[in-house]
T-cell receptor
Framework: SQQGEEDPQALSIQEGENATMNCSYKTSINNLQWYRQNSGRGLVHLILIRSNEREKHSGRLRVTLDTSKKSSSLLITASRAADTASYFCATDATGNTGKLIFGQGTTLQVKP | GAGVSQSPSNKVTEKGKDVELRCDPISGHTALYWYRQSLGQGLEFLIYFQGNSAPDKSGLPSDRFSAERTGGSVSTLTIQRTQQEDSAVYLC?????????????FGPGTRLTVT
């Protein structure tokens, strides 16, 4: 079963706009990670936020984590056509040892 | 350096046949994971190896699925008597620690089609 649920399932924006994707999860976690998957390719790790962190930045990416609401958001600023991909959140539940539980993903299309 | 590699990249097999999927993790990574990605099911955890510890097999969907990791490096996922519902992309990942908070590095996957 999937731990995370993401919304929206699909998002279409113009190049230069910001894209926000949300993820909710059910159990306590050690950390939450975001991955990107281009069509037909493997997953690429984007950013990891630990359970005691509230916000993290990496380049054009900003991730927030609210453990009280069991939710996270991924913001991509100034989007580019190359950002077109599927984005997945994944949680490493407390007590587990690296086994990731993935959300269903958000498909992002950035139109040039 | 080299990333995680998987072979074959595509596999078409007839229902009832056995298949073996291979994963070469990043050198030095002690943890290795198998996931399955199929339409309607998203990404599912299958099995996890960490060093010499007993693997976590909690995600294997049936006893037709098994995996081994030889010498702490290469892993093989075996599916016996394949069924059409086994059709999916099988992804392997490795990380440098199993009990830390390290990110996982994924291979390109093996697309399995059972006809």
């Amino acid at each position: 079963s999937q731990q995370g649920e993401e919304d929206p399932q699909a998002l279409s924006i113009q190049e230069g706009e910001n894209a926000t994707m949300n993820c909710s999860y059910k159990t306590s976690i050690n950390n939450l990670q975001w991955y990107r998957q281009n069509s037909g390719r493997g997953l690429v790790h984007l950013i990891l936020i630990r359970s005691n962190e509230r916000e993290k930045h990496s380049g054009r990416l900003r991730v927030t984590l609210d453990t009280s609401k069991k939710s996270s958001s991924l913001l991509i600023t100034a989007s580019r056509a190359a950002d077109t991909a599927s984005y997945f959140c994944a949680t490493d539940a407390t007590g587990n040892t690296g086994k990731l539980i993935f959300g269903q993903g958000t498909t992002l299309q950035v139109k040039p | 350096g080299a990333g995680v590699s998987q072979s074959p990249s595509n596999k078409v097999t007839e229902k009832g046949k056995d298949v073996e999927l291979r994963c070469d993790p990043i050198s030095g990574h002690t943890a290795l994971y198998w996931y399955r990605q199929s339409l309607g099911q998203g990404l599912e955890f299958l099995i996890y190896f960490q060093g010499n510890s007993a693997p976590d097999k909690s995600g294997l969907p049936s006893d037709r699925f098994s995996a081994e990791r030889t010498g702490g490096s290469v892993s093989t996922l075996t599916i016996q008597r394949t069924q059409q519902e086994d059709s999916a992309v099988y992804l392997c990942a490795s990380s440098s620690a199993g009990t830390g908070v390290y990110e996982q590095y994924f291979g390109p996957g093996t697309r399995l089609t059972v006809t």
